[in-house]
């Protein structure tokens, strides 16, 4: 198992060009860390770091203290670490079923998708196709843990969501964090839901990290959210 994963001063980008610069986090299981910014501030850059899909020209990314800077995506994946891209990774052509049990670790593992995502065991005979994207968006995410990973990355899995489904999802992505002790990243552009699921939170604004501490000290940095963020999210989310 996992215990940890950590970015130590990581500057990573795509090609010759610097993304993020300077990113140092740590994250043990079961904590919550949300990664917050406007578009294009790096977020998704970081994951990629992790995961061996950016390049990294400076620091270092380790899983459970081991240096996997240089070590081949594939490998990376059976190493407790899995992510949920933004681009939602589903098969179209294959039933919820199956496209469970095509990641899955062991067949077993399906009935924990099912207790999550109850919707989910309304559809298994459904091509991914003929999901609505909030189903398509549950069934990416319980793909993803179907590896038994110790740590789930999530690059915002609420984007393009109805207000109702969204809160859907943030509802089984909780009960899954409770249930299985999973450490999880969240990549959001909404303050409000990284508020008030995560325990610490990471801003980035044009790829350098402008805060990084506890989403209770974020509440307490007005600044920080108005000049990275927006002060219009932060008012809209509020109304
Ligand atoms: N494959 C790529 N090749 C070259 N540049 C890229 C690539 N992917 C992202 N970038 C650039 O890297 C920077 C950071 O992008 P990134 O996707 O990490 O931002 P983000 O905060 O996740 O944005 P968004 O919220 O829009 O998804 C941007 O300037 C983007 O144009």
């Known amino acids: 198992m996992a215990k940890e994963i950590a970015w130590n001063s990581v500057d990573a980008g795509y090609g010759r060009t610097v993304a993020v610069e300077g990113i140092t986090v740590r994250l043990s299981p079961g904590e919550k860390l949300g990664i917050l910014g406007r578009n294009?501030?790096?977020?998704?850059?970081?994951?990629?770091?992790?995961?061996g899909d950016a390049k990294v020209h400076h620091g270092t990314v380790e899983i459970d203290g081991v240096?996997?800077?240089?070590?081949?995506?594939?490998?990376?994946?059976?190493?407790?670490?899995?992510?949920?891209?933004?681009?939602?990774?589903?098969f179209r052509s294959l039933t919820v079923r199956e496209?469970?049990?095509?990641?899955?670790?062991?067949?077993?593992?399906?009935?924990?998708?099912?207790?999550?995502?109850?919707?989910?065991?309304?559809?298994?005979?459904?091509?991914?196709?003929?999901?609505?994207?909030?189903?398509?968006?549950m069934l990416s995410i319980a793909r993803a843990i179907m590896t038994k990973p110790d740590f789930l990355m999530l690059d915002e899995p609420l984007e393009g969501l109805s207000p109702t489904l969204a809160?859907?999802?943030?509802?089984?992505?909780?009960?899954?964090?409770?249930?299985?002790?999973?450490?999880?990243?969240?990549?959001?552009?909404?303050?409000?839901?990284?508020?008030?699921?995560?325990?610490?939170?990471?801003?980035?604004?044009?790829?350098?990290?402008?805060?990084?501490?506890?989403?209770d000290e974020l509440r307490g940095r007005p600044d920080v959210l108005e000049s990275?963020?927006?002060?219009?999210?932060?008012?809209s989310e509020n109304e």
């Open 67 to 90: 240096d996997v800077t240089g070590m081949p995506a594939y490998q990376r994946n059976q190493l407790g670490v899995a992510v949920v891209p933004q681009t939602r990774d589903v």
């Open 40 to 51: 294009g501030a790096g977020k998704t850059t970081i994951l990629r770091a992790m995961m």
């Open 167 to 215: 809160q859907d999802v943030m509802k089984s992505v909780r009960k899954m964090v409770e249930e299985t002790g999973l450490g999880c990243v969240l990549v959001e552009q909404h303050v409000a839901t990284v508020l008030d699921f995560c325990d610490r939170a990471l801003v980035v604004q044009r790829g350098q990290m402008v805060f990084s501490g506890t989403t």
């Open 99 to 137: 496209n469970l049990i095509v990641a899955s670790a062991e067949r077993d593992r399906t009935k924990l998708a099912v207790k999550l995502f109850p919707r989910l065991g309304e559809r298994m005979q459904n091509l991914g196709a003929d999901l609505s994207g909030g189903e398509q968006q």
């Open 228 to 235: 990275a963020i927006g002060l219009s999210a932060v008012s």
